[in-house]
């Protein structure tokens, strides 16, 4: 069993939180352990609480076509939420229940090491971006222990506000040219020389 099938076991176990018990599942999260993308939205939804996926309903259906648009597809990237199980009523996540699931994240990004993490939304955008605003900042980058952090608006946002939609789409485009540049920018690093050897002779 992989690390990361072992905390999707933990997670389906785990009760901290009043809304486990209203649970159908618990959506810990899908994806390639070795994905350079990782995608964090708020929380499941009604079609994601049946299925056990996250990002399986209308917004869902959004991102796949925000993926394609970049040649992407959801098997190679990693999606999942701030929070594991959905709020009744589709409420906002409360900020114990953030709390309470903010280790499975963490383990989540320790294990599979994102090249970049896109935040879906405030809620995720509040964990990486503390204190800002997602319309000051949706669409601009922060880079921190060689993680690029890229916040967007949630995609559901576009199936309430049409006016986003086209805001979301042109943030999406921007994410290859910003790995290539990243990419660039490691390849350019002065390789630091080789020690070099002590002659026991040189006086």
């Known amino acids: 069993m992989s690390a990361l099938t072992e905390i999707y076991t933990q997670i389906k176990l785990c009760h901290k939180c009043d809304i486990s018990r209203a649970r159908t599942n618990a959506v810990p999260g899908e994806?390639?352990?070795?994905?350079?993308?990782?995608?964090?939205?708020?929380?499941?939804g009604w079609n994601e609480d049946k299925q056990g996926r996250p990002f399986v309903g209308q917004a869902g259906q959004f991102l796949e076509t925000l993926l394609a648009s970049i040649n992407l597809n959801r098997k190679q990237v990693y999606i999942a939420n701030v929070i594991k199980c959905r709020p009744p009523e589709n409420r906002d996540p409360l900020p114990t229940e953030i709390q309470n699931c903010a280790p499975w994240l963490e383990k989540q990004v320790e294990l599979i090491k994102p090249k970049m993490i896109v935040t879906l939304g405030r809620y995720s955008m509040a964990k990486y971006f503390p204190g800002k605003t997602i319309s000051k900042i949706h669409g601009t980058v922060v880079k921190q222990d060689g993680v690029i952090y890229f916040a967007m608006y949630h995609p559901a946002a576009a199936?309430?506000?049409?006016?986003?939609?086209?805001?979301?789409?042109?943030?999406?485009?921007?994410?290859?040219?910003?790995?290539?540049?990243?990419?660039?920018?490691?390849?350019?690093?002065?390789?630091?020389?080789?020690?070099?050897q002590l002659n026991l002779f040189e006086v």
């Open 159 to 196: 199936l309430h506000q049409g006016n986003l939609r086209q805001v979301i789409e042109t943030d999406m485009k921007k994410i290859p040219g910003i790995l290539a540049e990243n990419k660039t920018t490691q390849e350019e690093k002065p390789k630091e020389p080789p020690p070099q």
């Open 31 to 44: 994806g390639p352990e070795n994905a350079e993308i990782m995608f964090i939205g708020e929380a499941p």
